[in-house]
């Protein structure tokens, strides 16, 4: 199991915030029908990124909390585990996992901690034109990522995250013209 080094910054206590990171290392957006609180909802549940994620294997919850500070009202740890190729071969990472909801908000903060000095952090905003139009609303999706690993590791890190996160969100789009996660795997 990959955890983060001794000396490592603790693993996020607190959720990511744009404002102290900079600027995202990328941001990607898709759009499809649908309602923003249900987007949340499933993207909420790491165990459901399994249909939509091209390297996840498989998400445990560990733990949720509720009622945290700062506008937190729900927390959940996770354990991941992702087998991304490396050097031509599939390697199974198992690694720690939080997010970050606010009720009533349809924005999560998504942090990992892959090891070897390397972070991942998400930030999901999800907002639909319902007010607008009620009977077809179009959802959208925007992304914002920070990646954090040493200089060798960066660029390698960086890319992998970024194609399957370009592939997840495709994929999240198709579910929903299926019908939604409960629609499609019936």
Known sequence: MCMPEEDAVPFDAAPP???ELGAPTYSLQVSFPGHA???TAFL???SGHKQIHPLMVRAERVSVERLL???VTSTQAWTATEAPRVLGFRRTMTFPARSWH???SNSIAWS???GFGVYIRHIYDVTDTAAESPESPVVTVHQRTW??????LRGYV???AKAAHMSQLARLRKLWEAGGPAKASS
């Open 44 to 46: 909420l549940d790491l």
């Open 112 to 114: 990992a901690s892959a």
């Open 102 to 104: 606010a009720a009533g």
């Open 158 to 160: 960086t890319s992998v």
């Open 69 to 71: 500070s700062n506008g």
């Open 147 to 152: 990646v954090s690993a040493p200089r060798l």
């Open 37 to 39: 609180g249900a987007v």
């Open 17 to 19: 915030v744009p404002a």
